[in-house]
């Protein structure tokens, strides 16, 4: 396992980093994977030195965070995994059950700590921007749960760039702590980030963890083979463009050049970012963080590089 820093911070990460929403009990997503059918990941994870893992107090309905925390006590130490998750889902009806008021930030991290059978997250995120919140009242309250030692790093998700700047500033003007990273949907397939977002982050000293590198796998297969998840989900569906064909065979070229899995590829496209400090990669078949893991010994050629960009096709500005 290589390893690098979480943006300009002190704080040392593995390069790939495992996210569990593919965790949960059976009904949260039909790809979900139940306690006993997840156990093999994170074992795997430990093995692999990608002890980075990624979840959120939505995903499972809390569920994922509690496989989580059992995990860590099962497969290693707590002081040997960098723990994140995040806020801002609905978990239930009433003022402190989503969003990112004080009552919420305060109530929900207290819940996750709980599930997670902890009494600290490394990196804690905001899932979301809350526009009916002052971003003054998030950031103060964030600020606190770090002094009070719940949180040691903050960082956000999936938002436009004039959003992150606005609640930075915020930050800066209040003295309190700011964001260190922003996990935001980043491949070869969704680049539009390369507009603000991550010229901004390179420029601040924000470390980017995208979520989603294989484009919901369709980087990973030859264009039009689906998935479970890519044929019901529909969030991934919205990678069923025809623009995206050109990008996907240039992969399985490439791939097939240097005979790998294409998954190796567009990871290490990725990896050739200086503002990538880990990809988030979600498994729920065995060589997912295998080939993940892998794509650490590619070094793309700068042809090769260039023939994976050529293709693409500027999209709408989106912020999932």
């Excluded at 991290?109 to 599930?115: G, K, M, P």
């Excluded at 996990?183 to 991550?198: A, F, P, S, T």
Aim: charged share 25%.
């Amino acid at each position: 396992m290589e390893y690098g820093r979480l943006g300009r911070t002190g704080l040392k990460i593995p390069r790939i980093a495992m996210g569990c929403m593919s965790f949960g009990n059976p009904g949260f997503h039909q790809w979900t994977l139940d306690e006993d059918a997840a156990q093999p990941f994170f074992r795997q994870a430990v093995e692999l030195g990608v002890t980075f893992w990624d979840t959120a107090n939505g995903y499972g309905g809390g569920s994922s965070e509690e496989f989580v925390g059992r995990a860590v006590k099962e497969y290693a130490r707590r002081e040997d995994i960098v723990l994140a998750t995040k806020v801002h889902n609905r978990m239930h009806d009433g003022p402190g059950g989503s969003g990112l008021s004080r009552k919420a930030i305060l109530e929900q991290l207290d819940a996750s700590l709980t599930r997670l059978g902890t009494d600290y997250v490394d990196l804690y995120q905001i899932h979301r921007y809350d526009d009916e919140v002052p971003v003054e009242e998030t950031m103060e309250a964030l600020h606190d749960v770090v002094k009070a030692g719940k949180v040691r790093y903050l960082g956000a998700s999936s938002m436009w760039a004039w959003q992150f700047a606005k609640l930075q500033h915020a930050a800066d003007a209040g003295g309190w702590t700011r964001f260190v990273s922003m996990q935001d949907q980043y491949n070869l397939l969704k680049r539009e980030e390369e507009r603000e977002m991550l010229p901004m982050c390179a420029d601040t000293g924000v470390g980017c963890i995208p979520y989603s590198p294989l484009g919901k796998g369709r980087l990973a297969r030859p264009w039009g083979q689906q998935t479970q998840r890519g044929s019901t989900d529909q969030v991934a569906k919205s990678f069923d463009l025809d623009i995206d064909q050109p990008v996907v065979e240039v992969v399985e070229e490439i791939a097939r050049e240097r005979d790998v899995p294409m998954a190796q590829i567009g990871i290490a496209w990725l990896l050739t970012k200086p503002v990538v400090s880990a990809p988030v990669v979600g498994a729920t078949k065995p060589h997912h963080l295998a080939d993940a893991v892998a794509a650490l010994d590619i070094t793309l050629t700068d042809d090769e590089i260039q023939r994976l960009e050529a293709p693409y096709t500027t999209q709408p500005a989106y912020w999932w």
